[in-house]
């Protein structure tokens, strides 16, 4: 009998009677069952929260920092089971499978590290005789809804900034990656975190809209942090507005590397490779507009084609339709000019989708506008700074970007004038550090994960004053 991933709720593994197939995306077998959730079970799961977060929000931060620092133990321990897992729901390859889980440790410790800095303030009155205090407080129960393509890290700061706050989440697990989400969130339990503290529920795909619905209108659901594209984070705002219920949102980019005249071309080129390929492209920062100047652009493009080579195999493209939104991207753009300069050796395929440059793509192009979320290099070419920084901003999106340049104050310049959360200046878009604060702007989503800003994001002020 195959296993069954289950619900983590009050501390308990509770198996739901109906059930979806999780299948490895390289061949479709079936891997696992996943416990799909009812409206019942968002009851409970919120019911178990609720009731946690009267002690949780009232725990000392020397004891929350504790719990923290041997959940990082856990981890370390458990870091092969977690890989397991992770390789298996989402195909991932042993290199970005070992990065993500070390960053995992990393985050956990760097919030450990932070809970101390929770403070509030007592500004002067301006009535003689009258004290104000600032203080900060938890929310209450926040529902964290976590994506597949880097399960541990990305499930894991959904929860953990939440807790450190000393809020109680439910984490709605991803149907793509639900024994990954459930692993990680049992290494709680493991490292001591009190029942309820920390829930998880997954639902089958066709009930999406009633479990997250029913989720976010829970009165007790005081929070809605989501990590994923920005249609659904769109509907998920727009069903959180109803409630007048704060979110946080970290959605999908569209994010450019710009390469100017006096970059240094190789070392551009290798990494427009990496933040294109990595992952097969199926991360939000990935490199999705290379934007190049005409004067170097057919030595670079050489560059990129040479360290395409160099990069290695593909991974498997894991969400359904993945492989024909591709296709159809690249078809349509080489119906209008395009070139694809490594044309494939082999029919791409959901398991083998090959690494390719587009060059030559231009604003009336699908490509120009979508982000692909797949293994795509794709070139636009610049006749000046101010239109590379023009096509730069061209986009819904502003997640990440990057600039390269010899000249670090020219950079700065740039940097400053291109709409984005976070520009890296000679180096990849794919850039994140636990100490550092990631988020977007404008379609790519609002609020921030990281150190000291991602614990901010859940704690509210309030006001107290009194007369002596």
């Keep these: ?86 390789a298996e729901e989402t195909a991932a390859l042993g290199g970005w499978v070992d990065f993500t889980i ?19 303030t007592i500004p002067e009155s301006e009535e003689e005789g009258r004290t104000a205090l600032v203080q900060k407080e938890p929310y209450g129960v926040v529902l964290a809804i976590a994506p597949w393509n880097a399960p541990t890290i990305l499930s894991l700061r959904a929860a953990l900034f939440p807790i450190a706050a000393g809020n109680t989440v439910v984490l709605k697990t991803s149907e793509l990656s639900p024994k990954t989400h459930y692993l990680l969130a049992s290494c709680f339990k493991g490292a001591g975190f009190p029942p309820g503290v920390l829930n998880t529920i997954c639902h089958a795909r066709e009930d999406a809209p009633l479990i997250a619905n029913a989720l976010i209108s829970h009165r007790a659901v005081r929070k809605i942090s989501f990590t994923g594209s920005t249609p659904v984070g769109k509907v998920i705002a727009a069903k959180a507005g109803e409630y007048l219920k704060p979110v946080l949102l970290e959605l999908g980019g569209k ?18 490779v990496i933040g294109s390929y990595l992952h097969s492209g199926q991360i939000c920062m990935a490199t999705e507009m290379i934007i190049v100047q005409d004067s ?15 990069f290695g195999e593909t991974q498997a493209l894991v969400p359904p339709g993945a492989l024909e939104k591709l296709n159809n991207l690249v078809e349509s753009a080489v119906n209008q000019g395009a070139k694809v300069v490594n ?35 794709t070139v636009i070419s610049a006749s000046s ?32 004038r291109i709409e984005s959360g976070a520009v890296h200046i000679n180096g ?33 002020t309030k006001t107290i004053t009194f007369m002596s």
């Design 385 to 416: 700074e101010e239109e590379a920084i023009a096509i730069a901003n061209d986009t819904e999106f502003g997640l990440s970007a990057a600039v390269w340049t010899m000249d670090l104050a020219k950079g700065l310049k740039i940097a400053k």
């Design 255 to 272: 994010s450019p590397m710009v390469v100017l005249a006096d970059a240094d071309i190789k070392k551009a080129a290798g990494a427009a």
């Design 102 to 120: 070390s960053q995992t440790v990393e985050l956990a410790r760097e919030i450990a590290g932070g809970v101390g800095r929770i403070v509030g």
């Design 1 to 86: 009998m195959a296993y069954t991933v289950p619900f983590l709720i009050n501390g308990e593994e509770i198996t739901s009677p109906k059930t979806f197939d999780v299948k490895n995306p390289l061949d479709d077998s079936l891997l696992w069952k996943a416990s799909a959730a009812t409206v019942e079970d968002v009851e409970a799961v919120v019911q178990s929260a609720s009731d946690a977060f009267r002690s949780w929000s009232t725990t000392k931060l020397v004891k929350r920092r504790e719990l923290i620092y041997k959940l990082v133990e856990v981890l370390e321990r458990r870091k092969q089971e977690l890989a397991d897992s992770m």
């Design 343 to 377: 044309p494939p050796k082999e029919i791409p395929s959901r398991a083998k989708f090959p690494n390719l440059i587009i060059r030559d793509v231009t604003r009336e192009m699908e490509l120009y506008h979508t982000g692909s979320f797949g293994p795509l290099a």
């Design 428 to 460: 990849m878009t794919v850039h994140d550090e636990p100490a550092l604060p990631h988020g977007g702007i404008k379609e790519s989503g609002f609020g921030r994960f990281g150190s000291s800003w991602g614990i901010e994001e859940f704690l509210t």
């Design 296 to 310: 170097i652009l057919e030595e670079f493009i050489t560059e990129l084609a040479e360290a395409t080579k160099k």
